[in-house]
């Protein structure tokens, strides 16, 4: 589904839900405790504005949402799997920081002369010729990490310097 579908979808939906409580009670439910009528069409309008208010949140929330496929977030189904000693896959983007070590997320980088230990990550557009098929994100090994889309903040696989290098 694009994006202006669901723009107006939400939009009907948001009317729709102002109209059908307004009218309800307008008509059938509010005439027996409020006579005048002008003040029956205030409260039934209010009540309608009310539930549309909710349906309206509902609705940016829907509309707003990237992808259009099945699933949970509206992008592709996609299979996620993490089986390595402190992977972490994800199948989606990612806002924030991922840590799979112990000391979290350096703040500083390394002081100068001083390597840290472990591969780097790296990160391919498309994927290899003997790779998972497309949907799919895998980390296995130990402290791995794979991002299935963009990711938005730093990630460490906890390797730093030797106990030795830190005094």
Do not use: K, N
């Amino acid at each position: 589904m694009t994006g202006g579908t669901r723009w107006l979808l939400a939009g009907v939906v948001a009317g729709v839900a102002f109209i059908v409580p307004t009218v309800l009670c307008g008509i059938w439910l509010l005439p027996a405790v409020v006579p005048d009528a002008a003040a029956r069409w205030s409260v039934a309008s209010a009540l309608g504005a009310a539930v549309a208010a909710v349906s309206v949140l509902w609705g940016q929330g829907f509309a707003a949402r990237p992808g259009g496929g099945s699933g949970t977030a509206g992008g592709p189904a996609r299979s996620v799997q993490a089986s390595g000693t402190r992977a972490v896959a994800v199948g989606g983007t990612v806002r924030g920081d991922i840590s799979t070590g112990d000391g979290g997320v350096p703040s500083a980088s390394p002081p100068a002369g001083r390597q840290t230990q472990g591969a780097p990550v790296t990160a391919s557009p498309e994927p290899d010729a003997g790779a998972a098929p497309l949907g799919s994100v895998t980390a296995s090994g130990e402290r791995s990490v794979v991002v299935g889309d963009a990711v938005a903040g730093d990630i460490t696989t906890g390797d730093h310097p030797s106990e030795g290098d830190r005094r």
